[in-house]
């Protein structure tokens, strides 16, 4: 793995990080929908958690991209609508999953366990990467052999809510403005 050595914020560790045997083999398999292309489900197994490893994501970096750790349920709900991908060269895999436009229901993940702000960085010149070292992972998952995540664009998260925020005083103001105009109708007819 080629990284960047003038990232503007790289962790001091990566520069001298030689990612552990036990965890240059890891495979990846991530969920994608086209509608929400921010947010990424992704398991990791054939992982060493007591040993640090990286994590890529091929997108512009950009400090709101978070990798968050969710449930063997969380990734399982995002059911494939097509089949699987294997990539030749890492073995790794990938499918498609559908998504509303908007989705509130990603709020939740604004409180879940997250990889320290200091392991992000940009990694491969544009993408971003995490160095994941075993105190990043919630004690409850260290003793796993698959990890399960979420690399998501937080601002998305914002940008849903405020898109439902807007609409729904929309529809407010759009009601109120039909009850006045019922209620002087109404009265300009009664008094008629």
């Not at 003038?6 to 086209?34: C, W």
């Not at 990286?54 to 089949?83: A, P, R």
């Not at 498609?96 to 990694?123: C, Q, R, W």
């Not at 998501?152 to 759009?174: A, N």
């Amino acid at each position: 793995m080629i990284i960047d050595d003038d990232s503007f914020h790289k962790p001091d560790i990566i520069e001298s990080l030689v990612i552990p045997e036990e965890n240059r083999h890891i495979n990846i398999s991530y969920k994608r929908s086209i509608l929400q292309p921010t947010t990424i489900y992704i398991s990791l197994t054939n992982i060493d958690t007591s040993k640090p490893f990286l994590v890529q994501l091929n997108e512009t970096f950009g400090i709101n991209w978070k990798m968050k750790w969710i449930s063997k349920n969380d990734f399982e709900e995002k059911v494939c609508t097509d089949t699987y991908r294997t990539y030749s060269t890492t073995e790794n895999t990938s499918c498609g999953y559908d998504a509303d436009m908007i989705n509130i229901a990603n709020t939740k993940y604004l409180s879940y366990p997250s990889v320290k702000e200091s392991n992000h960085f940009e990694g491969n010149f544009v993408g971003n990467a995490w160095l994941v070292e075993p105190d990043d992972i919630p004690t409850h998952m260290r003793k796993n052999n698959t990890l399960y995540a979420v690399l998501i664009y937080e601002k998305e998260i914002w940008y849903d809510r405020s898109l439902i925020v807007m609409f729904g005083t929309f529809g407010i103001v759009l009601l109120l403005a039909l009850y006045q105009t019922f209620v002087s109708y109404r009265h300009n007819h009664t008094h008629s």
